[in-house]
């Protein structure tokens, strides 16, 4: 509920240290989109409302284009309303569509390298902490947690399925985390 986001926001944000050191991240943008969230804050209208809902619209339109969810982007928008009002910075989280469509079909490993390499900031790492057996909680309940495998009888393709869903959801896990530390560190 994006009116509930901005009532906690608006909490969030009131130290005055804030103003324009805080960012909002908006994890069904591709991180293509960050262009658009960039020009919609730096946008200023001439204060009516109809060149405001004409910003929006375009926002809404240009997001759409990136492969964001319209009917989100258009939830959202409050959200969005109060960051360019605090200043604060919008950050298009989500990997893109078409590297999600390549994962779930044949996993990480048949995602372009330097495509990995951009959304996972720390692979080693991150394979190291995958190994740990304490990893396999985080594993079933939060990743695997949504996973419905298609009715098949065939055990490998079943497992196969599992994994290509596994890391789909790492990559969209990973491509936000690595967005948020890029700009925590800039």
Known sequence: DA????????????????NGNTAIGLSFIPQ??????????ASSGDGSSSSEEDLERTLVDAL??????????KR?????RFAKKKRCSLLALAPELS????????????LDPQRREAYVADAQ?????TQDPKFK????????????????????ASKAEQGNFFAERIL??????TAISKWATF
């Open 3 to 18: 009116t509930l986001a901005v009532d906690l926001l608006t909490d969030i944000c009131k130290p005055k240290e804030r």
């Open 32 to 41: 293509s989109g960050q262009a658009t969230l960039d020009e919609y804050l």
């Open 64 to 73: 759409t284009a990136t492969g964001a969810n319209d009917e989100l982007a």
């Open 76 to 80: 959202h928008l409050p959200i969005m």
């Open 99 to 110: 590297d999600l469509a390549t994962v779930q079909k044949g996993g990480l490993q048949s």
């Open 125 to 129: 790492g991150f394979i190291a902490l």
């Open 137 to 156: 909680l985080y594993t079933d309940k939060s990743l695997l947690k949504d996973f419905t495998p298609t009715k098949s009888n065939d055990a490998a």
């Open 172 to 177: 969209v896990h990973e491509a936000c985390a």
